[in-house]
């Protein structure tokens, strides 16, 4: 009966941590991926630069939350956003720390 309960706590633990999770950070670019553009000088703004990473050096759009990175599923909705803090509602993929994109908003 013990073996049961573990295991069903077990599985509730699983469960919970593959939900959709709200998430709040920068859209950057894996080049930048601590959203310091500056470095990089690939344009006036930091959207810019994004952009530039992107389109100039096949870099993809992440996460960033002031300390962790996420890899994003959606490489188009973020466009639109680069440079800027969003909120992204997704399942989280612990291990390769990717995203799967449910919505991108601006951030409030």
Request: with cysteine; hydrophobic share 40%.
């Amino acid at each position: 009966m013990k073996r049961l309960i573990v295991c069903l706590l077990a599985v509730a633990a699983l469960s919970a941590q593959q939900g959709k999770q709200t998430f709040t950070g920068t859209i950057t670019d894996d080049e930048c991926s601590r959203a310091d553009h500056p470095r990089m000088r690939m344009g006036p703004t930091d959207a810019a630069c994004v952009r530039a990473c992107i389109s100039a050096h096949g870099a993809s759009y992440v996460l960033y939350d002031g300390k962790d990175i996420y890899t994003l599923s959606d490489q188009q909705a973020p466009e639109k956003f680069a440079g800027q803090r969003v909120t992204v509602v997704g399942t989280l993929d612990a291990t390769t720390k990717t995203i799967r994109v449910d919505s991108i908003a601006a951030a409030r």
